[in-house]
């Protein structure tokens, strides 16, 4: 008897290797047909077929064996096992076979992927070169779109290009293209399949000037009608002016600045309004022993050497007139804005004016610009701030601020009330005309080579310099300021004569000196607005102009360093928005 069972499970094990053999054959067989002229999906079928075929004839052949129970047993469990693992095999075979057609198939197609796009663009099927010129005329509008920001009845407008937004759009056209072309066969249909299915929106890497941007930031800040007025101080004569500020609004930048480039970055919309997020602040708190400590200085005669040649420039010597216990009492009782601590000047004996010109022998750079002398009172705000700023002195790394060295501009000192922007309208306003003494010498600094460390265009264009190179100031808000760069002392000086404005800086020259070139370009003009109003005091039907408008611009500006007519650098100073002034016209109907 076991004998016989042992006979009979050899036998089994002839029937096992017969198996094998045959499902061997019957795949080489698979493989070596010719499929030219069938597609992936019909060649897949027809291999899980003819597995079927060959599993369900070996598996009739098992059954009509006749195999004791005994064998069945031992051996049934291994059979049906050794089957499962073949059609695993043949599966695996077939899916692979698809997946290598598949992907060779992609290979060979020089076109991106059906179901891709770029923001939002579909770029399926398209070659490289077809994406770059779609995209291209797309992101040239994209660049000079107006993200127009408010608060209030104010108004600004921004664009991409102003903060030199730039899309990185080769590389994206790359990352799009080599979807489904890695090398890597499973990732590759993966990437496709994911693709025709779900789609894949790539999104354009982008750069942009930071600096820019924050620049215009704290520009928009400086022109708000409610920006917060901080504190400040001012020497005037023998007197220290305090202006305690005005609580107002200030912008929240960083948010500000995210939104911006979130709207640089949408190409849905062709146009984009912001809401500019502000919080309220107080103006900081004023500190006397620090503001006593920053204006004490003692009496300091000037003189200067030749060898090595250095200018040693005068100092007066200031101090509070009172403690600053009564100066602090003072500033606790006064319910003024304004209050005046009084101060004890020492003069020196020699000033830097009288050691002559030997001092600062070279005129570094001028520059003039002109005035309508029939406005009396503008005319006096400039010679006001023109006598202020002259004769001034800054040594080398010394920086030169407008607001203070020219004072805050009131009643008592001696200004007037002349023309000035106000809410997007022309109003008359104390010390009307000073911008213009200080956008000369905006200018006359970058002719000289200085740096320039905070400057703020106008919110309207300017008649007396080119676009770009204006500097507005005021009062607690926008300030001018630059920095002696140079290796020796400079030396201001200005003075009007009749309608003109002339600001020279004096110095020495180093060993190595540039012709320097301004250059202002007009990248956009903004049409201009009418505005009508109803003047019922008007005689009926009658109309007047009450302001003369003119449009926007979009504008930049360079400082470009020559030696020998050789462009040696180009510096964008800035790019600038200026709003358009309404023309306003009062009519009966």
């Not at 301004?518 to 505005?531: D, E, F, H, N």
Request: hydrophobic share 35%.
């Amino acid at each position: 008897m076991k004998e016989k069972e042992i006979e009979m499970v050899e036998e089994t094990i002839e029937t096992e290797e017969k198996q094998e053999e045959v499902v061997e054959e019957k795949k080489e067989e698979i493989q070596d047909e010719e499929t030219e002229g069938s597609t992936v999906e019909e060649q897949q079928e027809e291999i899980v077929q003819q597995a079927e075929a060959t599993i369900l004839e070996e598996c009739e052949e098992i059954k009509e064996q006749e195999v004791p129970d005994e064998a069945k047993k031992v051996d049934g469990l291994y059979r049906y096992t050794k089957v499962i693992a073949i059609v695993s095999a043949i599966l695996l075979i077939a899916v692979m076979v698809f997946s290598v057609i598949f992907a060779l198939m992609n290979k060979s197609n020089d076109k991106i992927v059906k179901g891709v796009s770029i923001k939002g663009i579909d770029v399926s099927n398209l070659t490289k070169e077809q994406v770059a010129q779609q995209l291209n005329e797309i992101l040239e509008k994209q660049l000079k779109k107006d993200i127009t920001l408010k608060h209030g009845e104010f108004e600004t407008i921004v664009t991409p290009e102003q903060i030199e937004m730039n899309f990185k759009l080769q590389e994206t056209i790359d990352l799009a293209y080599n979807i489904g072309r890695t090398g890597n066969i499973l990732k590759d249909n993966y990437d496709i399949l994911n693709a025709n299915l779900w789609k894949i929106d790539i999104n354009p890497a982008y750069s942009y000037k930071d600096e820019l941007l924050t620049n215009f930031i704290a520009s928009t800040e400086g022109n708000l009608p409610d920006a917060v007025k901080q504190s400040s101080y001012a020497v005037e004569g023998v007197n220290l002016i305090i202006d305690k500020g005005q609580a107002g609004v200030v912008i929240e930048q960083e948010t500000l600045k995210k939104q911006i480039v979130e709207a640089c970055n949408s190409f849905i919309e062709e146009t984009a309004t912001i809401e500019i997020p502000v919080i309220e602040q107080q103006p900081n708190a004023i500190d006397l022993s620090k503001i006593r400590s920053e204006i004490y200085k003692e009496a300091k005669d000037a003189y200067y050497t030749k060898e090595p040649f250095t200018v040693y420039p005068h100092v007066e010597g200031v101090d509070f007139g009172v403690s600053v216990e009564e100066a602090q009492n003072q500033l606790n009782s006064s319910s003024e804005n304004t209050i005046t601590i009084p101060l004890k000047i020492t003069k020196p004996k020699v000033t830097t004016n009288q050691i002559g010109t030997e001092a600062f022998p070279n005129l570094l750079a001028s520059y003039s610009t002109t005035f309508s002398t029939s406005n009396t009172n503008r005319t006096t705000n400039i010679k006001l701030a023109s006598n202020k700023i002259n004769g001034v002195v800054l040594m080398p790394g010394e920086t030169f601020s407008y607001n203070k060295v020219v004072g805050k501009r009131t009643v008592a000192a001696g200004y007037k009330s002349a023309a000035v922007y106000v809410n997007g309208r022309v109003e008359n306003g104390i010390g009307g005309g000073i911008c213009q003494v200080s956008s000369t010498l905006y200018n006359t600094a970058l002719r000289a080579n200085l740096e320039i460390v905070k400057r703020s265009n106008h919110r309207f264009a300017t008649g007396y310099v080119p676009l770009s190179t204006d500097a507005t100031v005021s009062w607690g808000g926008p300030e001018f300021i630059f920095k002696n760069s140079r290796k020796y002392p400079v030396k201001i000086v200005s003075h009007v004569n009749g309608g003109r404005i002339t600001v020279s800086i004096y110095g020495c020259k180093e060993e190595v000196e540039y012709d320097v070139v301004i250059q202002s370009q007009t990248l956009q003009t903004i049409p201009m607005k009418t505005v009508y109003r109803v003047n019922t005091s008007l005689p009926q039907g009658t109309k007047k102009t009450v302001q003369k408008g003119h449009g926007g611009y979009k504008s930049r500006a360079y400082r470009i360093l020559k030696q020998n007519g050789t462009v040696i650098s180009k510096q964008l100073l800035s790019t600038d928005t200026y709003a358009q002034l309404e023309t306003i016209i009062e009519h009966n109907p």
